[in-house]
């Protein structure tokens, strides 16, 4: 099946650093992600929709100068994390759909940041 | 929210034992997706659910959808100690870009030996 690879698994940064991941889509070409963030003992929350060549759709109350996100090629996202503070500490974890007949969508393994 | 619910929050179980969760959506789908999360780690897809389908099996698990009821069910059955873990539906919703997913609020599912 399709493989979407995210990276890294794990960082921990320091408040008001920036912090960078990454969502690749290894055997296939994706003109869309998708960004989700979990907190602890929580659901998935859709954070943003990456269109690449074009701007991110945002959904309500995610802030677009925080999460900046960049989908700069058909097989490359990227999610950067400005001027994290502690509460920003989540779960991370980005979709690419493949269309074989029916759009599925597959993850990465996700990246759990931690800012102290 | 557009967040579905799901029910229960929490499951415990014992081994041998079928495990039923429920979930509830809210508008029309394209098709409903079950996935398993163990602790900390990454999403394993389950199944998918087309919405002209009402009942799918996929070894021990089994889901069925009620489209006019918004609702969809997944049964494990034989359940063992590996399958603890927690478990999401997920929709596609009509209309919104393919492979957007909008996720329920999960069950926790607890399986002892």
């Given at each position: 099946?399709?493989?979407?690879?995210?990276?890294p698994?794990?960082?921990?940064?320091?408040?008001g650093?920036?912090?960078k991941?990454?969502?690749?889509?290894l055997?296939?070409?994706?003109t869309?992600m998708?960004w989700?963030?979990?907190?602890?003992?929580?659901s998935?929350?859709l954070?943003?929709t990456s269109n690449e060549g074009?701007?991110?759709?945002y959904e309500q109350?995610v802030?677009?100068?925080?999460f900046?996100?960049?989908?700069?090629s058909?097989t490359?996202?990227?999610?950067?994390?400005?001027s994290?503070?502690?509460?920003d500490s989540?779960?991370?974890?980005?979709?690419?759909?493949?269309?074989?007949g029916?759009t599925?969508?597959?993850?990465?393994?996700?990246?759990r940041?931690t800012?102290? | 929210?557009?967040?579905?619910?799901e029910?229960?929050?929490?499951?415990?179980?014992?081994?041998?034992?079928?495990?039923t969760?429920?979930c509830s959506y809210k508008?029309?789908?394209?098709?409903l997706?079950?996935?398993?999360?163990?602790?900390?780690?990454?999403?394993?897809?389950?199944i998918?659910?087309?919405?002209?389908?009402?009942?799918?099996h996929s070894?021990?698990?089994?889901?069925?959808?009620?489209t006019?009821?918004?609702?969809s069910s997944l049964l494990?059955?034989?359940?063992r100690?590996?399958?603890?873990?927690s478990?999401?539906?997920?929709?596609?919703?009509?209309?919104?870009?393919?492979?957007?997913?909008i996720?329920g609020?999960?069950?926790?599912l607890?399986?002892k030996p």
């Open positions: 099946g399709a493989v979407v690879s995210q990276h698994s794990r960082v921990i940064c320091k408040s650093t920036s912090v991941i990454e969502c690749r889509s055997d296939f070409q994706a869309t998708f989700y963030r979990q907190f602890p003992k929580q998935l929350m954070m943003a074009s701007k991110a759709t109350g802030e677009k100068d925080k900046l996100i960049n989908h700069a058909l490359l996202s990227t999610l950067t994390v400005t994290a503070h502690p509460e989540s779960f991370y974890i980005c979709s690419a759909p493949y269309l074989q029916i599925e969508a597959f993850f990465g393994q996700g990246t940041l800012v102290v | 929210s557009q967040q579905g619910e029910d229960p929050q929490a499951l415990s179980i014992q081994e041998g034992e079928n495990a969760m429920n508008t029309s789908i394209n098709n997706q079950w996935y398993r999360q163990n602790s900390g780690r990454g999403l394993v897809h389950l998918l659910i087309r919405s002209n389908e009402r009942e799918k070894g021990r698990l089994r889901v069925t959808l009620d006019s009821k918004k609702s494990i059955t034989a359940s100690a590996a399958d603890t873990a478990y999401f539906c997920a929709t596609d919703a009509m209309g919104n870009q393919g492979g957007k997913l996720f609020q999960g069950t926790e607890s399986v």
